[in-house]
């Protein structure tokens, strides 16, 4: 029903900034909730941030907050990830991921992902 594509990925020093998009298609972005998740090395996947379909809420795992802010441009059917005052430990896969459920939802829910880009934070 919907198609992800993630980009915006790449390499950093510590401290720097990077942005992530996830460009939806398939059906209108408004429809969904959306979800950036990470996988880091040797690792599983795990929940960064959610924002609702109208954008008026947002959810951050304690390991981002007051760094990482979602955002999404529904006319645009894109959504976000700000990155700031990154750390080594923030490298990793991140994937963005979609779900017509209206409340929020955990990983393994989510019905709809992309190939993921890699983020990768030297020291």
């Known amino acids: 029903q919907v198609q992800l594509v993630e980009s915006g990925g790449g390499q950093v020093q510590a401290g720097g900034s990077l942005r992530l998009s996830c460009a939806a298609s398939?059906?209108?972005?408004?429809?969904?909730?959306m979800g950036w998740f990470r996988q880091c090395p040797g690792k599983e996947r795990e929940f960064v941030a959610a924002?609702?379909?109208?954008?008026?809420?947002?959810y951050y795992a304690d390991s981002v907050k007051g760094r990482f802010t979602i955002s999404r441009d529904n006319a645009k059917n894109t959504v976000y990830l700000q990155m700031n005052s990154l750390k080594p430990g923030d490298t990793a896969v991140y994937y963005c991921a979609a779900d017509r459920s209206l409340t929020v939802i955990p990983i393994e829910k989510y019905d709809y992902w992309g190939q993921g880009t890699q983020v990768t934070v030297s020291s």
């Open positions: 398939g059906r209108t972005l408004s429809s969904y909730i």
């Open positions: 924002i609702s379909r109208s954008g008026g809420r947002t």
